[in-house]
């Protein structure tokens, strides 16, 4: 190749940024940070079904329903609550969050009994339930020691969060379910003298824990829980036997979970006088003032349901692959992507038989791609779906050139510079619609939360766009350039 | 390309779209009736009804594994070269999914697992169901948008639909289930076959010359391209069967139909139907 065909090449500022995003991807892949022992792969973000390991997806039973009422929303509420027989919280003015599953007939039933309508149902939790969810699930998968874990919460536009996704990447089906399952064991426990303590109670004898607090006109946080008669009686003799109750702070209560001190203070003044007299089954610990308290009081309050979820879930689906699955999974892509390539290399170069034509759409091809994923390992996770949108790239990608090429050698001739650009934004005409279609019809699946599908979609979108704007427009310059030497 | 002899100039625009028409009906009489029968158009796959997809490799002969797997709701067992089988099971409680999980570790300690539950299903179902109207109605704004003319747009619109409709039949027939692959196969198709009507309808509306040569033209490339988008799809179904890669098959399979049936619609009943606009607007009835 001549120097002034090379000069002709770079002259257009497209086929510039064409060789600069790929070298810019090439580098973001394989060299920051270096990841020279992470395979061909580099630093892309594989899915879960590549690189092996178990999901899990959570529904809730418990709905979110917009109401409309006459009466005062809180003891509308509190209402409701008697009446469903279910926690029934406020979340906003006119949304009250339902613990419990219930169709929309029946609650539209019994809102009517309480003097209300239901506006909208939908089945899911608010978003701050959503949030103590993800959080209790984070800490419990902590506990587990898995190493690398996802938790999202995945939400309709009404913001009512509808489902939570658990990814254990390397973990198998079994720990996924028990992230679930399993419950901590929590109890409580008595200092005697020292750094001694003595058994009091487990959490079987919570029987409820409320949502953090403030105490009536103070800035301090606190959660309370209910005991059973039992547990109650227990607490009272421990304070009592231990002399908890004359000298409170010598005698710190000591929360465990799991083994583990979570939470430790002493008797409140009042509290030791009440327990004094009788049995006291509401009991509320203070966690200190303002943000730092709340976040204290969430912990707490996580702590006190003993990794136990505020709302009942249902496991709505799940999945595992093992990790030599995923590594052949891996491989058997890669293979895909490069077969289809040569595949496509062998018929365009049956049609066109000239390889300063097919070498170009070739090395074009493999351009989108290579920046293609340059710019995926930023922000979309490789799944299976998302390499069968970069084979869709591919095709469509060649598709787009063969109509630039028939486009620009109209008739065999090689046109004069005049002729050229009209005819190559003619073909850029046609790819654009062609291309808008495209990114509209998967622009659904990219909004929606089809789980699996959304990856496909955005790579696809992604794959389009730069094509259009970048490599498919360079690559016409390109052909020009070399043709009319 | 020479192996191919569809001289497209040569037929009258009432022969071009007959077989189309022809096929679209039936598949429209064909996915109506499983609609009646069965409340879906198309077979829903476990991603929509619920159920559990195992993939695995093993030696194991279909019976064996239906022996070994006795006391569960085992629907199906597929099987591909490289001993591949992919197993599909009716919709399990938790309880029974541990178990069945359990018993698959046992012996199989390499196969992946799918597990989809039914409410889930159901919500994807709907999901999946606005997604190919959204994608749709999308597509045909674009399509009226770009060329400003009710009838060439029509066609447009009606070929991608076809397309759709054809294949749907198409994926019946040959009992491929709609799941999340699939859909996403379906909707690619409507990006994928406007290509060719596009391409089509631009150059017959846009360009000057005779009316035979910018069809011939745009027939000339519109070919290489859906060969070429075809290869592609080939390539990755042959890898993707041999691979076991469940997801990649489903969509490349429903791209082979879609973009065969994609030839058909755009060169019979799209270019069908912009031949008869342009001569019968022209005022040139023969």
Do not use: C
């Amino acid at each position: 190749m001549s120097n002034s065909t090379l000069r002709a090449v770079f002259s257009d500022w497209r086929v510039v940024l064409m060789t600069i995003l790929v070298a810019f991807s090439l580098i973001s892949i394989y060299f920051v940070p270096l990841s020279f022992n992470q395979g061909v792969t580099g630093n892309l973000q594989l899915g879960l079904d590549l690189e092996g390991g178990a999901w899990i997806q959570l529904g809730f039973n418990s709905e979110v329903v917009r109401f409309d009422t006459d009466r005062d929303a809180s003891s509308f509420a509190a209402d409701l609550g008697g009446r469903l027989d279910a926690e029934v919280l406020l979340v906003d003015e006119d949304r009250l969050e339902i613990r419990k599953y219930y169709t929309q007939e029946e609650l539209e039933a019994a809102f009517e009994e309480a003097g209300g309508t239901v506006v909208a149902y939908e089945r899911g939790v608010s978003e701050s339930t959503a949030d103590d969810i993800k959080r209790i699930l984070e800490d419990k998968i902590n506990s587990l020691g898995t190493r690398d874990a996802k938790v999202n919460t995945l939400s309709g536009m009404s913001g009512v969060t509808k489902y939570i996704r658990i990814e254990l990447a390397g973990a198998d089906i079994a720990t996924a379910q028990d992230v679930v399952g399993q419950q901590g064991k929590f109890e409580i426990r008595i200092q005697t003298s020292g750094n001694a303590t003595e058994h009091v109670l487990f959490g079987d004898a919570i029987t409820s824990v409320s949502t953090p607090s403030r105490e009536p006109g103070s800035n301090l946080w606190g959660v309370g829980f209910t005991l059973n008669d039992e547990g109650a009686q227990a607490f009272r003799n421990a304070a009592l036997t231990y002399g908890a109750v004359d000298n409170p702070e010598a005698h710190e209560l000591v929360m465990l979970l799991d083994d583990n001190i979570v939470y430790s203070a002493p008797l409140s003044p009042n509290l030791a006088g009440d327990l004094r007299v009788s049995t006291v089954r509401s009991l509320s610990a203070s966690t200190g003032v303002g943000d730092e308290g709340l976040k204290e009081a969430k912990n707490l309050e996580i702590h006190l349901r003993a990794g136990a979820l505020p709302v009942d879930v249902f496991i709505a689906g799940s999945g595992y692959v093992p990790a030599a699955l995923g590594e052949h999974f891996k491989t058997m892509s890669i293979l895909a992507g490069i077969i289809a390539l040569l595949a496509v290399g062998v018929v365009v170069y049956y049609r066109y038989r000239e390889p300063l034509i097919v070498l170009p759409m070739i090395g074009t091809n493999i351009a989108e791609i290579v920046i293609l994923l340059g710019i995926a390992r930023f922000i979309q996770q490789l799944d299976l779906a998302a390499i069968a949108g970069i084979i869709a790239v591919l095709g469509t990608g060649i598709d787009q050139l063969v109509i630039i090429t028939d486009e620009v050698l109209y008739e065999g001739g090689i046109p004069s510079p005049n002729l050229y650009q009209k005819r190559f934004l003619r073909a850029l005409g046609i790819i654009v619609v062609a291309a808008s279609t495209t990114v509209i019809a998967m622009l659904p699946l990219a909004l929606m939360d089809l789980s699996s599908l959304r990856g496909f979609a955005i790579v696809t979108i992604l794959g389009v766009l730069i094509g259009v704007f970048i490599t498919r427009p360079a690559y016409g310059k390109v052909i020009m350039a070399l043709l009319s030497r | 390309m020479g192996f191919f002899t569809y001289d497209i100039s040569k037929y009258p625009p009432a022969h071009m779209v007959a077989l189309p028409i022809v096929l679209l009906g039936l598949s429209l009489i064909f996915l109506s009736f499983n609609t009646l029968t069965t409340g879906l158009p198309v077979d829903p796959g476990i991603d929509f009804a619920g159920g559990v997809g195992v993939t695995v490799f093993t030696p194991d002969s279909k019976e064996g594994i239906e022996e070994y797997f006795a006391g569960f709701p085992l629907l199906s067992v597929g099987e591909s070269i490289n001993d591949g089988k992919y197993l599909v099971f009716e919709q399990l409680d938790e309880e029974q999914f541990r178990a069945l999980t359990a018993r698959i570790e046992e012996r199989y300690p390499d196969a992946g697992i799918d597990q989809i539950g039914e409410t889930f299903g159901k919500t994807l179902q709907s999901q999946a169901l606005l997604a190919l109207l959204f994608s749709f109605a999308g597509m045909s704004v674009v399509v009226f948008v770009a060329f400003r003319t009710v009838i060439p747009s029509i066609a447009v619109v009606l070929s991608a639909f076809s397309d759709i409709v054809i294949t749907a039949a198409f994926m019946n027939v040959l009992g491929i289930s709609l799941t999340l692959g699939t859909t996403a196969a379906l909707l690619m198709l409507i990006g994928y076959s406007v290509d060719s009507d596009i391409l089509l309808t631009s150059k017959l509306l846009k360009r000057k010359g005779k009316l035979d040569e910018k069809l011939e033209g745009a027939f000339r490339t519109g070919v290489i391209m859906t060969t070429t988008t075809l290869t592609a799809v080939a390539a990755m179904f042959v890898v993707s069967s041999i691979g076991q890669i469940i997801i990649i098959r489903d969509i490349s399979v429903v791209l082979l139909i879609g973009l065969v049936v994609d030839l058909m619609n755009t060169w019979m009943l799209n270019s069908g139907l912009l031949k008869w606009y342009l001569t019968a607007s022209k005022g040139g009835v023969k």
